[in-house]
């Protein structure tokens, strides 16, 4: 459809003062789009820092304009994945060997009846809500043609989508750290390929790559009474997995606000009047492997029981620049072959995923139920109703003062007996692999979970507290160390196991505030996180510079580590060196003076064996090294950290606090040490959008929020770094969500006729 566009009052411009016209994102001429008998309408007032707060009477306005909004700030990512899950890479972007196998990948699994399957099962709401979102799409690309960002102004793979492509867009998110990580494998499998042809698997998602924390303070000690919720996802900073911060009103359905992924047209971590949530990437599985017993001389069909079931060649057509190549995809009643060196397909077996997400068609309708709970109570049986969270924990909080914490998501029915009955051992323990052949093997299904195949609610871990709840990517065991949840199957995650340092920081941090007999206050539940304290430091740095102080040669090493404050901000100096020295120790394990020991979870291992000749060689080489190589990539060991860990934005540094989580920081930056780049940059994944949320004495909700990388992935865009420059100095802004604050803080007020 297409709109027409009223345009309010323009306080200020969206876009950048110091660049050309021709430079900027244009806007549509309203004088070009009259109204041809356009009744419906959505409003769009965009506040400071190029936030959008969209209101419409229908979840088709609400769609319409939430696809404005993302497009104005990020259309050249967001038209990107269309190309992806359309299986166009080669098309428009190269016949390499990788767009190939991607695009045979989706245009294989990615068929006409999932799709079909996918949009019926949906709600009259979710449907209205994405049929929106696809001509305000369209209508964005159509009004703003040859006036994009440069980054993609006038490409041809910026073409109008349908309801399909969004179809086939949300299953490929759901997808992504399942099936979508051994496109490879999937794309090329054929028979008795030599193993020196077959990559391995890399099914392990790492947290220190795409993970999180998140914290939920409850009314037994929270200042106000009231729930107070920090919600800090550690993902990319570039590509399709950035966040986008935004506003939600459907007046009597729906007021939502917070972010949500480039890719997706719901909020996904966020806040209404009387609920915030956030997710924490979860350790449960959310695909197996199955080995399949071939028929006897038949490498095209397998054994199901007493059956005999043909495996079914799937062909495409990948369109490249120079013709079509054709690719085949084989297909089980179970999933795709996934042929790689620790699963070939031979004489006798093939091995198959099966992955929870493919098979979900309930995340839409799932965001839509937690933004109407009322309290945590509602919102865990939201999570129960559909399990369409794909891959996350959930941690919220109230306004009446209770958290939650739920792994109540998409899992395998995989229980311990069936893992012990059926397990398979492939040599990676990373993955639970099945006999695919016994039909008893196979998932379980239980009439009280959503989805045939789905484990039940009822036997996913969850908690509601009144004091609080806290998740880092470790299982759900320790989210409360005064309440452990226990006796849940394997699939989900361990128990009694050693815990990540990130995860003891948190609960650390936690008890410190306790122990004191303070009350959190929204200030101090920021403050654990942007204190940006390096907690492996402060449990074994004293260790550390016992043994260099036996060093002559390490004398300026050693005070400038005794002189550190034990954080990473970017004013820190000793940050640089000790990181340095971690990265080139790698671990630190062997070295333990304290092991590990469950009834003490939060506090162990700690310290070192620096009464070990072994132990202090160790220490001593590794701090050597660091110096060295710190030397020759220039930088100073006393440099301060913000010199060293740094973005370039328009040609200007900003330095970048927090650091490594697997080094026991809570405030995570994952970035690689690069010695012709000067230190730690680009920045590659951790903080991301970050909030602090609370309720005001009259009910209203308090956020406090920051999205470190910015708005807009676009250089040309006004809303490009302004954010960033901000989390570099530890700040946050005021997320408006009542009227009087919205106009108090409005740049643009649009409203879009269609």
């Known amino acids: 459809m297409r709109a027409v566009i009223i345009w309010g009052t323009i306080f200020s411009s969206l876009f950048l ?3 050309s016209p021709s430079e900027k994102f244009s806007e549509p001429n309203p004088q070009t789009l009259l109204p041809v008998n356009r009744d419906k309408e959505v409003n769009i007032r965009w506040t400071s820092h190029g936030i959008p707060h969209i209101k419409s009477d229908s979840w088709e306005g609400l769609g319409f304009g939430f696809a404005n909004a993302i497009a104005t700030n990020a259309i050249c990512v967001l038209a990107r994945e269309f190309v992806t899950v359309r299986g166009k890479q080669a098309k428009y972007f190269g016949a390499t060997e990788a767009n190939i196998n991607s695009d045979a990948f989706h245009l294989a699994l990615l068929h006409a009846k999932k799709i079909d399957d996918y949009i019926s099962f949906a709600s009259d709401e979710s449907n209205e809500l994405d049929e929106g979102y696809v001509d305000g799409y369209n209508h964005f690309i159509e009004t703003r043609a040859g006036k994009l960002p440069a980054s993609c102004n006038n490409a041809p793979w910026i073409t109008a989508i349908t309801r399909r492509d969004l179809a ?10 399942g099936l979508g990580r051994v496109t490879n494998q999937i794309a090329t499998a054929e028979p008795n390929l030599e193993l020196a042809q077959l990559d391995d698997l890399d099914l392990f998602i790492d947290p220190q790559t795409i993970g999180s924390n998140a914290i939920g303070i409850g009314k037994d000690h929270s200042n106000n009474g009231r729930g107070i919720l920090l919600g800090n996802p550690h993902y990319p900073w570039n590509g399709p997995s950035r966040f986008h911060m935004a506003h939600m009103t459907m007046p009597g359905e729906i007021n939502v606000m917070g972010a949500s992924l480039i890719t997706t047209n719901r909020i996904a971590i966020g806040f209404t009047e009387r609920v915030a949530w956030s997710h924490t990437v979860s350790t449960a599985l959310r695909f197996t492997m199955f080995k399949l017993e071939l028929d006897d001389g038949n490498r095209m069909a397998y054994r199901l029981d007493d059956e005999i079931r043909d495996i079914e060649p799937i062909e495409v057509q990948v369109e490249t620049e120079a013709g079509m190549i054709n690719r085949i995809v084989y297909m089980t009643h179970l ?14 077996h093939v091995y198959v995923m099966r992955d929870v997400n493919y098979e979900n068609y309930r995340s839409g309708d799932q965001y839509m139920s937690i933004t109407k709970a009322r309290n945590v109570t509602q919102l865990r049986d939201a999570l129960a109703t559909h399990q369409g969270a794909a891959f996350v924990n959930t941690v919220a909080a109230d306004i009446d003062g209770g958290t939650l914490y739920a792994d109540m998501s998409a899992i395998p029915n995989v229980s311990a007996e069936l893992i012990d009955r059926c397990a398979v051992d492939t040599g990676n323990s990373r993955v639970i692999t099945l006999n695919g052949s016994d039909s008893t093997c196979n998932w379980e299904v239980d009439s009280n979970a959503a989805f045939p195949g789905l484990m039940p609610p009822n036997q996913q871990p969850s908690l509601i507290t009144d004091t609080y709840v806290s998740n880092s990517n470790d299982s759900y065991w320790l989210s409360n160390p005064d309440q452990k949840l226990e006796g849940f199957s394997p699939i989900i ?17 936690i008890e410190e505030i306790l122990t004191a ?4 206050s929204q200030e101090l539940v920021q403050n654990l996180l942007f204190n940006h304290r390096h907690y492996g430091a402060e449990i074994f740095l004293d260790d550390i510079l016992t043994v260099c102080a036996q060093d002559s040669s390490l004398r300026d090493a050693c005070n400038i580590l005794s002189n550190w404050d034990r954080r990473q901000d970017i004013g820190s100096e000793g940050a640089v060196l000790f990181n340095r020295f971690w990265e080139i120790a790698r671990d630190l394990s062997p070295h333990y003076a304290e092991t590990f020991d469950p009834t003490n979870a939060a506090h162990t291992p700690r310290g070192l064996r620096i009464d070990d000749e072994g132990t202090r060689s160790f220490i001593l080489a590794s701090l050597n090294q660091a110096i060295l190589s710190l030397n020759d990539a220039g930088i100073h060991p006393n440099a301060k950290w913000g010199d060293a860990q740094f973005v370039l934005r328009q040609n200007e540094k900003i330095g970048i606090p927090g650091g490594a989580g697997g080094q026991g920081m809570f405030s995570v930056i994952t970035a690689r040490f690069s010695e012709d780049g000067g230190g730690y940059t680009p920045i590659l994944h951790g903080n991301s959008y970050i909030q602090a949320v609370t309720w005001n004495d009259d009910s209203t909700p308090n956020a406090k929020a920051i999205l470190t990388y910015s708005q807009s992935p676009e250089p040309d865009s006004e809303y490009y770094s302004d954010l960033t420059e901000l989390y570099s100095q530890s700040e946050w802004i005021d997320l408006p969500f009542t009227d009087d604050e919205i106009q108090a803080n409005l740049v643009k007020e649009e409203t879009l006729r269609f």
Do not use: H, M
């Not at 128990?495 to 995860?503: H, P």
């Open 17 to 19: 003062a110091n660049c």
């Open 335 to 348: 999933g795709p072959v996934v042929a790689a060196a620790s699963t070939p397909w031979d004489d006798e």
């Open 493 to 509: 995650g361990n128990e009694r196991e050693i815990r990540s340092l990130r995860t003891r920081a948190g609960l650390n941090f």
């Open 517 to 520: 007999g303070q009350k959190f």
């Open 168 to 177: 086939k867009l949300s299953i490929g998110v759901g997808i992504r750290y």
